[in-house]
Structure formats: structure tokens, C-alpha cells
């Protein structure tokens, strides 16, 4: 199906386990992006990559690391997750920068 | 630091009711302010880029404008569809690829 898609929806984790979200987008856009939504706050950037082996930090980057490997693919690992990392992560890609991109479903991640 | 406020936090309109959602921003230069809208359980969906004071943007029964402190979205007889969260974000000049976002104002739009 074309699009953006995250897997999983859902996903329940412990403290000190690493945990990866996936990314896909089937328009081969250039750029992607990882963001977070929590209450009380607006979407806070944490990674983005303008194309394939190009990453780079956003707003809040610490415990996190992306990969790019491929133009389709973007995901996000928590090396080792903490509590205050539960969260709403969305995914999102454009053509050229931040604006008019298109973001997915969003993955919901709790750490107990 | 650049600085977005949404108001009000939500707002419930009777169908047809128009109304309009504020977005206050402070940025060192703008280089650009966007709305989305999202519904429950979903990513946001791209409406409007404003670029420049003045600018106004339409699409169906929402209107965006912007000032230098400010831009309204304005909701013309709003449908129970209409009911969602609406977010504001801007981009700064110098600030590369990032938008900070305000935390949107949740509208219902009621029978």
C-alpha cells in the first residue's frame, strides 16, 4: 500500500530494554522524521534525515538513535528505555524539509 | 527560544457556529507557520504554510491568515466533521528543519 506506515501501533517494554520502531514510506521522499507527543507539549522533534545514510539530531535526541540505510526506511531505536520515553512516536517524510510532510499512524509506547 | 501558544485549549460549536482558533507565536525570524489538523489516534494531516503577513490560505470551510505576532484559523460553518485537534507550528529562520509545535486547540463540532 503506498504511504507511511509504523509498526508496531502498540507496544508495552521494560526499563533497560532496547526497543525499536519501524518506519516506512513508499513515496521515496528525501527527508523523515521521528517526533514525540506528549501532554502538555507540541510535537518535539528528535531525529530527522534529509536522505539515505544522512541523519541528524532534532530537539530532544538523547537515548536515541536512527539509521537510514534506505530512502524507504527510517527507524527509531531506544538503546535502553526509560520511563519518561513513554510516549506517542510519529514518523513522517516530505519532499524537501519539515513542511507539508505526511506522517503515519503513530506508534504508542509504553515503558513499565 | 521560539515560543508557539494555541487558544483556546478546546472549543465546542453548534454546526454552522463559525468561530476562529488563535495561534501565537515568537520566533526570532519566521520563516514559516503551518497548520494541521489531527484526528483521534492519527498523525497529523498537512492544511495550510503561511509565509508572510498578510498571506491568507483557504480550503473548504477553513480560512488561515497571519500577522506578525498571530495567524487565526477561521472556521466557516463548521460540520460535525470538522471536529478534530488543530495544530500550529512555525519554523524559524536559521532553524533549520525544525518546527516547534503549540499543543492545539481541540474543537467539537456538535448537531
Known amino acids: 500500500d503506498a504511504g507511511i506506515t509504523q509498526s508496531p501501533r502498540y507496544k508495552i517494554t521494560e526499563t533497560g530494554r532496547q526497543v525499536t520502531l519501524m518506519c516506512h514510506q513508499t513515496w521515496s521522499h528525501s527527508y523523515m522524521f521521528w517526533y514525540r507527543q506528549d501532554l502538555g507539549h507540541g510535537l518535539r522533534l528528535i531525529y530527522y534525515?534529509?536522505?539515505?545514510?544522512?541523519?541528524d539530531k532534532g530537539e530532544v535526541p538523547d537515548g536515541y538513535v536512527v539509521s537510514r540505510s534506505k530512502t524507504e526506511n527510517f527507524p527509531l531505536t531506544l538503546e535502553s528505555a526509560t520511563r519518561s520515553q513513554t510516549s506517542v512516536y510519529f514518523c513522517?517524510?516530505?519532499?524537501?524539509?519539515?513542511?507539508?510532510?505526511?506522517f503515519g499512524q503513530g506508534t504508542r509506547l509504553t515503558v513499565v | 527560544e521560539d515560543q508557539v501558544t494555541q487558544s483556546p485549549e478546546a472549543l465546542r460549536l453548534q454546526e454552522g457556529e463559525s468561530s476562529s482558533l488563535n495561534c501565537s507565536y515568537t520566533?526570532?525570524?519566521?520563516?514559516?507557520l503551518f497548520w494541521y489538523r489531527q484526528d483521534p489516534g492519527k498523525g497529523p494531516e498537512f492544511l495550510f504554510t503561511?509565509?508572510?503577513a498578510g498571506e491568507e490560505k483557504e480550503k473548504e470551510r477553513l480560512k488561515a491568515t497571519l500577522t506578525k505576532k498571530e495567524s487565526f484559523l477561521h472556521i466557516t460553518a463548521p460540520k460535525p466533521e470538522d471536529s478534530a485537534t488543530y495544530l500550529c507550528?512555525?519554523?524559524?529562520?536559521?532553524?533549520?528543519?525544525?518546527?516547534?509545535f503549540g499543543t492545539g486547540t481541540q474543537l467539537k463540532v456538535e448537531l
Open positions: 520566533v526570532s525570524g519566521l520563516r514559516g
Open positions: 507550528a512555525v519554523q524559524a529562520q536559521g532553524g533549520g528543519n525544525k518546527l516547534t
Open positions: 513522517a517524510s516530505s519532499k524537501q524539509g519539515p513542511t507539508e510532510a505526511f
Open positions: 503561511l509565509y508572510s
Open positions: 534525515s534529509a536522505a539515505a545514510d544522512i541523519t
